[in-house]
């Protein structure tokens, strides 16, 4: 379904310097990357940049959900995705998803599997988006600076809990989940 080749690093020879801010790739509507900005200036501006979302099945086929702090500045205690973020500048979107996974979870060394990338658009924040998922039984290291709680639910609570209150979710995970349900 997708053919980008998650290996290949992209290199940037001079990144921004951007004091107390992160610094991720502006890209165009082809995913190729136009310059560096940094996350404050690309969320102001709706500039196109990257992201990653990661889905953590068990044995048992439950999903692992995070509820995100009620400090972050995008979707605070909504429930999302077991681990998310953006891919920062220079970085590829695999190297990210295995960054993430240690960063919010401290999930390591668990091998990945690609499922799809969607295209920038409202539900994603202007985001390309890579969902990978893997399986691990956990358990987890929450960073409590990201994450406020996690639990594991079956597939069709999950289903039963969208259709019922769909507002306790993030956009951008209500979205990957309808796609990868409907493939």
Request: with cysteine; hydrophobic share 35%.
């Amino acid at each position: 379904m997708c053919s980008e080749n998650l290996t290949t690093p992209l290199v940037q020879a001079h990144l921004p310097t951007i004091v107390g801010d992160e610094v991720f790739d502006v890209v165009d509507a082809h995913d190729k990357v136009l310059h560096q900005e940094s996350r404050t200036n690309i969320h102001r501006g709706g500039l196109r940049h990257r992201a990653v979302h990661v889905f953590v099945f068990n044995r048992q086929g439950h999903l692992f959900l995070q509820r995100r702090s009620l400090s972050k500045d995008s979707a605070p205690g909504k429930w999302v995705s077991s681990c998310s973020g953006h891919v920062d500048a220079g970085e590829s979107y695999e190297a990210a998803a295995i960054r993430e996974l240690g960063e919010e979870i401290g999930l390591y060394g668990v091998p990945l599997e690609p499922l799809f990338r969607v295209s920038p658009c409202k539900q994603t924040g202007n985001e390309f988006v890579w969902l990978y998922t893997c399986q691990n039984e956990g358990p987890f290291a929450l960073d409590p600076d990201e994450i406020s709680e996690g639990k594991w639910i079956g597939l069709n609570a999950l289903s039963d809990w969208i259709g019922e209150q769909p507002r306790d979710f993030a956009w951008s995970f209500l979205h990957l989940w309808q796609i990868y349900c409907n493939r």
